[in-house]
């Protein structure tokens, strides 16, 4: 001991460094172990890209999201319509939405007008097949809105062009109100596609009584929408109006029609818009005095805008028989006569001019009356 003491070697600096050479070593491999796990999770990661494709990388990425977002809004997100037409707008959100107008009447986009044919029933479409025939081959040029009670629930198939074209609906009775709610709803859904010009109201007992292309070059060629409204002096016309609705609505401007109308895209934006009209009607027009779905549009329309109405229907209905509804068409009426009947010695105005062709619609036909209808189709209605 003394020696080494004389030497100048402390013990404890002995102990010290002979203690902390492991050290280093440790260090290297820790450093080791951490490079080889990184080299193996990077081969891991490539290996699963190759094999599994790239979802998952991206899910993991769409998981964080910046403080701050670059907007979003394009014109497309505006005039692009959303792939179903399920939604959570209540009447009053969908009416306002639908009510919007541009200021500005060039469209900075291309545009392809379409017409919309919306179907109000209670449930199925029972001649839905003559209607598939007649829309086949004319994609792009039509929209289809149903509007049905909340309790049906639709079984199209994909391949139909009704399939999911049902809007959120609300429960009608006919001759309340809640048969122009639904028109309303209609065609409020049909606005939120800026791309819609016409819009066309039919029933589940409704048949074009002509193929497509003349239907659509009829409609879009017209200066004036289609709706009848009659001034009818008689108990059934002047009778049901309510001297509660004036000063808005006068004797004088209480108008009598079909609800089956062809109407573009101006009105269709008035009447959902209408905070005039609407709660008048709704008060005093009630049954059994008063049917509102042959008044409210026809008399809000003719004080509105008397000079864009062709003041008739497109859609034939046959009152011959006499009631308070209409003729209706069963398996054994679908005769080459009937039709005959209803497209031949016809007389009318289009477009201020006389014409032959009235009606492109018609209405009631059972649907025991499909069969006979897709067999007669191709010869007597060309589809």
């Given amino acids: 001991m003394q020696s080494r003491l004389e030497e100048g070697k402390d013990p404890a600096a002995i102990l010290r460094t002979s203690s902390s050479r492991p050290f280093p070593f440790r260090l290297l491999q820790f450093f080791l172990l951490f490079l080889v796990i990184g080299l193996g999770a990077s081969i891991l990661s490539m290996y699963m890209i190759r094999h599994f494709g790239i979802q998952n990388v991206a899910l993991v990425q769409s998981a964080y999201k910046p403080c701050f977002q670059q907007p979003s809004a394009t014109i497309e997100s505006w005039v692009r319509p959303t792939s179903g037409l399920m939604h959570t707008m209540n009447d009053s959100e969908l009416l306002w939405r639908a009510s919007f107008v541009p200021r500005i009447k060039n469209y900075p986009f291309k545009r392809r007008p379409k017409m919309a044919f919306m179907f109000l029933t209670k449930g199925p479409l029972p001649l839905a097949p003559l209607w598939e025939n007649f829309f086949a081959g004319h994609e792009g040029l039509y929209s289809i809105y149903v509007h049905s009670l909340p309790s049906y629930t639709a079984d199209f198939p994909p391949s139909s062009v009704f399939y999911e074209r049902q809007i959120p609906s609300q429960v009608t ?211």
Avoid at 206 to 229: E, K
Avoid at 334 to 359: A, G, H, R, V
Wanted: some cysteine; charged content about 25%.
């Fill in 173 to 383: 009775e006919w001759g309340m109100m809640s048969m122009c709610d639904a028109e309303r709803r209609l065609l409020a859904n049909a606005l939120l596609d800026i791309s819609n010009e016409w819009f066309l109201l039919f029933s589940e007992s409704c048949i074009p009584l002509q193929n497509f292309s003349i239907v659509h070059r009829y409609i879009t060629r017209s200066r004036y929408s289609f709706i009848g409204a009659i001034d009818e002096p008689g108990p059934y016309g002047r009778g049901r109006y309510d001297e509660n609705m004036a000063p808005e609505i006068k004797l004088t401007d209480w108008r009598k029609g079909s609800q089956w109308f062809e109407i573009n895209r101006e009105l269709a934006i008035r009447v959902v818009g209408d905070t005039t009209y609407y709660p008048k009607l709704d008060q005093f027009c009630t049954p059994h005095k008063c049917y509102v779905d042959e008044h409210y549009f026809q008399t809000m329309l003719t004080i509105d805008s008397p000079h864009l109405l062709a003041n008739r229907s497109l859609t034939y209905v046959d009152w011959s028989r006499g009631g308070a509804h209409p003729a209706t068409f069963g398996k054994d009426d679908i005769k080459e006569e009937l039709f005959k009947t209803i497209l031949q010695d016809q007389t009318c105005l289009y477009n201020n001019q006389p014409s032959s062709l009235c009606f492109l619609f018609a209405r009631k036909f059972a649907p025991n009356a499909l069969e006979p209808l897709l067999k007669i189709a191709p010869k007597v209605l060309g589809i």
